[in-house]
């Protein structure tokens, strides 16, 4: 198949479920209000672009590439961001719904989520040093040998965190959310 590389270009309301976006390398491109829910993304390049108010859900991402990706107020549910192309992964979640998503294993240092839920989401064995989890909702989110050094949670909220089998070492939290840390030992706090 013959890739294509686009470069600038701003993509508005379309439904590419109807009409696939075609494979290639874009790069800051911006994409607002488009629907990929379920479309097929795998082994695209996405390089400085920004997708707004976008509808990701349940997309095969196999081999895509997000460089440097900005993602805001999009629907991003049911995505295996595990099996992307790790190469320069790196991206941020501003005002975005994660829920049931996956970061297996994955290395994904200084990430930023902001006002973001991020429920029932697979963070087992990620690297997410010095993540930023401004305002979000953790619930039921699974961390499991994840390394959160220096990561700063003092606004998130429902988290469960072992600090048994996680690495905390610098993280930041409030006390207002320190009972996250202590959910293992079914205690009550007043």
Known sequence: MNKTYFEGETYKDINYIDHPLPKGEYENCRFSNCNFSTSNLSSIVFIDCEFDYCDLSMAKINETAFREVKFKKCKLMGLRFDTCNQFLLAFSFEGCMLNFSSFYKLKIKGTHFADCRVEEVDFVETDLTKALFKDCDLRMTVFE??????????????????????????????????????????????
């Open 145 to 190: 040998n994840t390394l959160l050094e220096q990561a700063d949670l003092r606004t998130a909220i429902n988290f469960s965190i072992n600090p048994e089998i996680n690495n905390i070492n610098k993280a930041r939290f409030s006390t207002h959310n320190i009972i996250g840390l202590l959910d293992k030992y079914n205690i009550v706090v007043d």
